[in-house]
């Protein structure tokens, strides 16, 4: 199928071509007829589906072609105003300003004009491009509101609303504030829901919001991560940083997007990068948002190489060609770890996601695996799997079957550890279900050790540091 057969208007095929599109997404064949038609619409799809287009070039097309309301009258400033005719509300700062930059891709023929408001950075000049008018607000929840408190947006004419990742609003609290903004809408307009998941909540928001809505589900929540070549890496705690910079260094990756579960974590693992000789830019919530953005810029356009980020940069964000996504800690939240792979293999492309699981991280693991209905292939490192048997996979740990004949198994001789193994003997394999109460994690058991980290680096990585 081509775009010429959706009903789409001249100006706007020559944008997507511009773009670069030739076939529509799934998402988009089904999405674009049905809001053209005017009908309320109930999308399941993920970010990398190519869903921006599918609602912002039928969102063009309706507003270009039903005339525009009055102008609201003159304020005290004696200023006529357009008023707002399409809302498009997104969980964060990020994918907000990318939704907008869209709609400037998409409408760059059409007469209309677009903003973007968001927290996090001076409210005036925001103010000021309201007050000039324009026609599709993308707004993420509360800096809106703030809008509305200052009385600088009149959303009372607003014909399209669309609820952008929806899921992850109501994750991020903002279930009240959308109430808000909804009371605040005519009582006419059309509405699109889109969302990666179905809860309980998001049924419900659906049902109070949506008249007689189509629905389209588009690739399963998790199919998008076929695509995706998905591998795990044992390491403790202690060993992550160097298994990192190996996996850095000797695979040679170009850039990579690398999450940690907090921002601490971030801020700490792009220190160590940057004495590793590895320069990387840190992105998460308590970085401005003018930092954050300048990170975002500067990993998009490859002048860095690296970007560690929290979870807030998981969902939304679109990167180009992002060839590697890296775990350096796996989320708690099985969800979360489809939307960070989700960040590589985009739009059909192929990607890679490398997970670091510590032995404490384990159980993340088997909930992810549970999500997916998929073994993530092991891989080892030489010299960096971790020791002791509570750092080890799961399967690892199963003691082989045993007939009475048959003699205890003895520890593992091991010939492929590095000098640190000799300082101190390993336990010995003990199966799961006659382990002693309490053994001594392995992390511990490492800081505990007066070998320092350095000394457990094999000589190869050593090397490539000096
Ligand atoms: P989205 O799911 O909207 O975040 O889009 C994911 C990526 O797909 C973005 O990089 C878009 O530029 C890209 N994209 C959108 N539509 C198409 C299309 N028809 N063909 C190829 N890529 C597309």
Redesign the pocket.
Known sequence: MS?DKLGLRAELLRA?RD???????P??AQTIPLILEGRDLLAG??????????FTLPLLQRLHTTPAPKPIPAGRNGVVRRPVRALILAPTRELAA?VEE?VRTYGKFLPLKSAVVFGGVNIRPQMMQLYRGVDILVATPGRLLDHVQQRTVDLSRVEILVLDEADRMLDMGFVQDIRRVLALLPNKHQNLLFSATFSEEIKALADSLLDSPAHIEVERQNSAVELISQSVYFASKANKRDVLVHLLVEEKIEQALIFTRTKHGADKLVQQLHQDGIPAVPLHGNRSQVQRMNALADFKSGRARILVATDIAAR?I?I?QLPFVINYEIPNVPEDYVHRIGRTG???SEGTAISLVSGDEMRFLAAIEKLLKQRIERRELMGFTPAFPQDRPVFEKVAPARTRQQPKPQPAKRTDRPNRQAAKPEPAFVPRQNAPKRTPRYEEEVTTRPSSRKDNRPEWVKAKQR
């Open positions: 775009f997507v773009a670069g599109y030739t076939t529509p997404t998402v988009q799809a993920q970010t990398g589906t190519g869903k921006t287009a599918g990318q869209s939304g679109d180009n985009r739009a059909g």
